[in-house]
């Protein structure tokens, strides 16, 4: 099981960048998926929203349509750490943002299912980014 810790939530104004870090301890993950997912206000566990992941097939990546061109998923694994950089922020990016992991090893899989929830079993305990306008 690995533990993952995020930070660098807080308040932005509209326009404005934050860097999310999500800091893994307890189990490598340099062969391990890993993603960003936010859940709204008002919305239920079931309705975190898939934002950006990082596969170990290949270094790919993957952003939901809302934050391409904004979002920047990297991750380093030396320190065992993913990263998300946000720029040009909007209030509709105000969500807690929940970091993941998954150990799948089937390349199929992982490709059909690396924007959905139910591929990661392993959750942080989120970061509270707030966006102003």
């Known amino acids: 099981q690995v533990q993952l810790v995020e930070s660098g939530g807080g308040l932005v104004e509209a326009g404005g960048s934050l860097r999310l870090s999500c800091e893994a301890s307890?189990?490598?993950?340099?062969?391990?998926?890993l993603a960003w997912f936010r859940q709204a206000p008002g919305k239920e566990r079931g309705e975190r929203e898939f934002v950006a992941a990082s596969s170990w097939i290949g270094g790919s990546t993957y952003y939901a349509n809302s934050v391409k061109g904004r979002f920047t998923i990297s991750r380093d694994n030396a320190k065992n750490t993913l990263y998300l950089q946000m720029d040009n922020l909007n209030p509709e990016d105000t969500a807690v943002y929940y970091c993941a992991a998954s150990f799948q090893k089937a390349p199929g899989v992982v490709v059909t299912s690396i924007r959905s929830r139910q591929l990661y079993d392993n959750w942080g305990q989120g970061t509270q980014v707030t966006v102003s306008s």
């Open positions: 307890g189990h490598a993950v340099s062969d391990a998926v």
